[in-house]
């Protein structure tokens, strides 16, 4: 039985892509999160700067916080630049962390941001996903489908 899709988010700019999260992790379930940033950091953004590859979201103190996401500083920064590997806070409701808190804690699942995008508000905005590690076998399954697909597309295409 195949996995329900998540819920689709409205993204009108995509900065940052983790593609490598869904060849890792299985996702379970996704959350839009707000990012509490300043000002050096949203133009940063808006020009297209910004990695998520390493990141990763960690619930401590009742809330929840973007870990190890570059966004390197801002040209015409001055002094008031920010540091570029610093944590951010992730605004989410106190029922969401709640949630996410438990299943880190007792389901041994892990808090990986697929994307940073801005939303149609010019808001930046994390697609946050609760998601479980695939084992090797789990991986090399995933390869062999996707190798399945893209030779099937082949296929197809040189019949008509």
Do not use: C
Request: charged letters at 35%; aromatic letters at 8%; a positive charge.
């Amino acid at each position: 039985m195949s996995r329900p899709k998540p819920p689709q988010f409205e993204k009108t700019k995509i900065v940052a892509e983790n593609r490598r999260a869904r060849f890792e992790y299985f996702i379970e379930t996704v959350y839009e999160a707000g990012i509490a940033l300043t000002g050096t950091e949203v133009k940063s953004l808006r020009f297209g700067e910004g990695s998520i590859a390493e990141a990763y979201a960690e619930v401590r103190d009742e809330q929840a916080w973007l870990v190890n996401a570059n966004i390197p500083e801002f040209s015409h920064g001055n002094r008031f630049n920010h540091e570029p590997k610093r944590p951010r806070k992730l605004l989410l409701h106190e029922r969401e962390i709640n949630k996410l808190h438990g299943a880190v804690a007792r389901e041994g699942m892990t808090l990986v941001p697929l994307t940073v995008y801005f939303n149609s508000r010019g808001r930046a905005k994390v697609e946050l996903a609760l998601a479980k590690g695939k084992k090797a076998h789990d991986k090399r399954d995933t390869i062999r489908e996707r190798d399945w697909k893209r030779e099937q597309g082949r296929i197809l295409r040189d019949r008509n």
